[in-house]
């Protein structure tokens, strides 16, 4: 999975967590710049129409909290290749870094 995917998954997470969540707060808590958070906050936004919205009272939250990032649906075929092509890469890039 792609950092940047991971990130966004775990961005969701915290925003549908009953915590109260700043820019900051997010950065701090995934290790990662302030302005990384609000680029991915926009990400989700634009990209994703996600109903973001940021308020003192609530920090960053979805204003419709039924919203989900949007999901690929796999066949079963897809997933296995899927995960035999991601283990071949990780044994090219073992092979070809030196230790």
């Known amino acids: 999975m792609s950092r940047h995917l991971e990130r966004l998954l775990q961005i969701d997470a ?3 967590s009953k915590q109260r969540h700043t820019a900051d707060s997010l950065a701090k808590e995934l290790e990662i710049s302030e302005r990384t958070v609000r680029n991915d906050l926009n990400f989700l936004r634009d990209r994703y129409g996600a109903p973001l919205e940021y308020t003192r009272q609530q920090g960053y939250h979805y204003t419709n909290p039924d919203w989900r990032l949007p999901t690929i649906a796999l066949s079963k075929g897809e ?3 899927l995960t035999v092509g991601a283990r071949m890469l990780e044994m090219i890039c073992a092979l070809r870094s030196p230790d």
């Open 14 to 16: 915290l925003l549908r």
């Open 79 to 81: 997933l296995f290749a």
